[in-house]
């Protein structure tokens, strides 16, 4: 955790009567901003800023998604260039209640867009005031920030723990389009590349269910190239031919 550093506090104006502490626990029952069953390393330390943020880690994490943790409009998409918080993105859940994502290398979304638990907002990064990728995350509540927590449980002040993510864990799946460049079908797969064998086909234009999300062959589609495969059903498409109106990864890892 030695690449954390300081941050300096972009600290909203307050609006109407903070809520105590013991007030705040009608908050939204946030989940990790990760994609299901992932685990990261969440830091907290007196001298952050502000002192109620963590910063989460874990190996290789340079471009992993960060996912929204409750449903919300997002109400700001910043990019403070080598200070601060860097590339940002803060979600309103209502109530009072936002949530902050911060260093982050790219943003998923735009000002006045409504999200779901989940749906990808950006990806871990290092910029702003940061010497290594990691995700700065806060919830504040009338603009203060509050002690954080997933599921209804706080996380451990001070330190360093390590938290697995059951953020959409139990969701029947995100809905997506299929669509081909010359409206052909696409081949359903046992596992997340071609060279797996055929067990099914769905047809451009098709709604598909995808229950989870899971790295592979590498693909170029009518929707881009990436090597994120669907799971839909007992196989898997590749999501190069799947819009789902987000970029990147929009359902739990399988």
Known sequence: MSRRVFVTALVAPLIGLVLTQGEAAAAPTFQMPFPCNQVWEGQTRTNHSPANSVDFNRANDDGDPV?????????????????????????DHGGGWRTRYAHLSAQSVSVGQSVRIGQRVGSVGTTGGSTGPHLHYEQR?????????????????????????RNSCGTSGVTGTVGTDSGAAVTIRSGPGTQYAAVGSVASGATVTISCQTQGETITGKYGTTNLWDKIGSGYISDAYVYTGSDGQVAPSC
């Open 67 to 91: 996912v929204a943790s409750a449903a919300g409009s997002v109400t700001r998409v910043a990019n403070e260039g080598s200070t601060s918080y860097g590339r940002w993105v803060e979600i």
């Open 141 to 165: 509540l009338n603009g203060v920030d509050q002690k954080i927590k997933f599921n209804g449980t706080q996380i451990y002040y001070w330190g360093t723990r390590s938290y697995t993510s």
